[in-house]
């Protein structure tokens, strides 16, 4: 069964500031989605990952894929208020299933 | 028209009630799925149709019946719920899992919230 860790859970940041969210997950996956929700809505798509060593760059968010290591990274720089949401990793396995981490809770604070 | 279509948006249900959700995509994507999510958690995935033939029933309980009348239909069929049962449910397409270097990604609707009386 594929177990899909992300951290942290919780994370509040400043303005201005840096930081990057994690998602290891346990058995081979083909490719792998972020995800971005806010409060009462649907998932909104940020990136698709498709291959090991795949980066993807849209505006302050930057992803990335080690399949190798079974590990995606969702950086934030610089962080701005509108940023604040809820982020899914989901690596895609068989049957085109995608399983999502518990979700990182990012809030950026003025 | 790239767009995921659920109805109802917010759904209200006594427990020996009989009710359907409804999702709709004009985007020629012959998969699609259903998700369930609680409230603070990620979604869970419950069914999933590809080319309109169920294809993975991740051992939803029976009181959930899906239906996929054609490649631009899919149902929930809901009866007998517990109030357990209460969550925001996705639905999601995609092209299709024949086509995996095509296949980019899911797109998902806006959701229904279902609540269990």
């Known amino acids: 069964e594929l177990k899909v860790e992300q951290n942290p859970l919780f994370l509040s940041m400043q303005e201005g500031k840096n930081y990057t969210i994690y998602c290891n997950y346990s058995?081979?996956?083909?490719?792998l989605y972020w995800y971005r929700q806010d409060p009462g809505k649907s998932l909104e798509s940020l990136f698709v990952l498709l291959s090991n060593g795949a980066v993807k760059q849209e505006g302050r968010l930057m992803a990335s894929l080690d399949t190798k290591a079974r590990l995606s990274t969702l950086h934030i720089t610089a962080a701005v208020h509108d940023l604040s949401a809820t982020y899914f990793c989901?690596?895609?396995?068989?049957?085109?299933?995608?399983?999502f981490g518990e979700g990182t809770q990012l809030t950026v604070n003025p | 028209d790239t767009e995921v279509t659920q109805t109802p948006k917010h759904l209200v249900m006594g427990m020996t009630n009989k009710k359907s959700l409804k999702c709709e995509q004009h985007m020629g994507h012959r998969a699609m799925y259903w998700y369930k999510q609680k409230a603070k958690k990620p979604p869970e995935l419950m069914f999933v149709?590809?080319?309109?033939?169920?294809?993975i029933n991740e051992s939803v309980p029976s009181r959930f019946s899906p239906e996929c009348p054609n490649s631009s239909l899919l149902n929930l069929h809901l009866h007998a719920l517990q109030p357990e049962d209460s969550a925001l449910y996705l639905c999601a397409s995609s092209q299709g899992a024949l086509w995996p270097r095509v296949d980019v990604g899911y797109t998902f609707g806006s959701g229904t919230r279902l609540t269990v009386v």
């Open positions: 058995t081979t996956s083909d490719r």
């Open positions: 989901a690596p895609r396995t068989s049957g085109s299933r995608l399983t």
């Open positions: 149709y590809s080319y309109e033939k169920l294809s």
